[in-house]
């Protein structure tokens, strides 16, 4: 059984090195995990994302902390399978987080208890590692307008995926009960993935779940302004033209925009150090 700390135990809240019990962080998946719509220049590969930020966590105070992150966007979950998996248990870490389906979830046709037995299949063999999982369900995407006539799609995989983490005794991040997720500037402008914000809040509740005490304050969203019409079509109109229309083409060409991506944190290493990261794409979605 997975071994979580306790914050509370006796003598913890003096020693950051006791609050939890992991030295080697290897986080897996697609666009979400890769950090794609929090653009940060200073980061590898230009985005941070919740992934570095619960890292970034998971560091402070611990000298031999390490960290991975083998995301790349566009992947779907069985090229995660094939590309992460292996390099994954190479690295040796004993926390994985995982959150993988999204982009097949999404597609036309895209059966969500066939992308479950996927997502099986892959658990069964990051569980050899011993490593504690931290697996994510998808959001409750009700209210954005690219995502949400699939919301019921996304309920059914999401119950797979309880019933997976639970097979494997790992832990559940719910970004499904993330209600701050619903607000708008919780999304980047492709109205796909997340933006700072967004990262920020799922960084935070990904360490809630870990029950790892951190200072990351749950970020409320401001006062939404109200729009017009005219201006609302025109927003469309922006989206349609610069993240709608290219991603229509790339399903037409068979393409996907982690084409010629490398994972931007391919070795574990401490968080501060410096590593080698992917070359530069452009966000867009996938």
């Given at each position: ?37 929090d653009v ?46 292996g390099p ?85 991040a719910d ?112």
């Open positions: 059984m997975n071994n979580i700390a306790n914050p509370l135990e006796e003598g913890s809240l003096t020693d950051n090195a006791l609050l939890h019990p992991w030295r080697r962080y290897v986080a897996l998946g697609d666009s979400f995990t890769e950090g794609i719509g940060d220049p200073s980061s590898p590969g230009g985005y941070r994302g919740w992934a570095d930020r619960v890292a970034e966590q998971l560091s402070q105070g611990i000298e031999d902390f390490a960290y991975a992150n083998l995301a790349i966007r566009g992947r779907l979950i069985a090229q995660v399978f094939d590309e992460q998996a994954a248990l190479e690295l040796k870490p004993d926390l994985i987080s995982l959150c993988a389906g999204g982009n097949d979830v999404i597609r036309p046709g895209g059966d969500p208890d066939a992308i479950a037995d996927k997502l099986d299949a892959l658990m069964r063999i990051l569980a050899t590692s011993g490593a504690t999982i931290l697996l994510f369900t998808g959001p409750d995407i009700r209210d954005t307008p690219v995502l949400g006539g699939i919301r019921g799609k996304v309920a059914i995989y999401n119950e797979n995926v309880r019933t997976i983490a639970a097979r494997y005794d790992a832990v559940v970004m499904w009960s993330l209600r701050e997720l619903h607000q708008p500037q919780m999304w980047a402008d492709d109205r796909l993935h997340f933006s700072p914000l967004g990262h920020h809040t799922i960084a935070a509740m990904a360490l809630d779940a870990l029950n790892v005490s951190h200072d990351l304050q749950h970020a409320r969203p401001g006062e939404i302004e109200s729009k017009n019409w005219r201006e609302a079509r025109r927003e469309d109109l922006i989206w349609a033209r610069t993240h709608l229309a290219p991603w229509v083409l790339r399903r037409i060409r068979h393409q996907s925009s982690g084409d010629g991506i490398t994972p931007k944190r391919p070795l574990a290493v401490r968080f501060s150090e410096p590593t080698v990261g992917p070359s530069l794409g452009t966000e867009s979605i996938d």
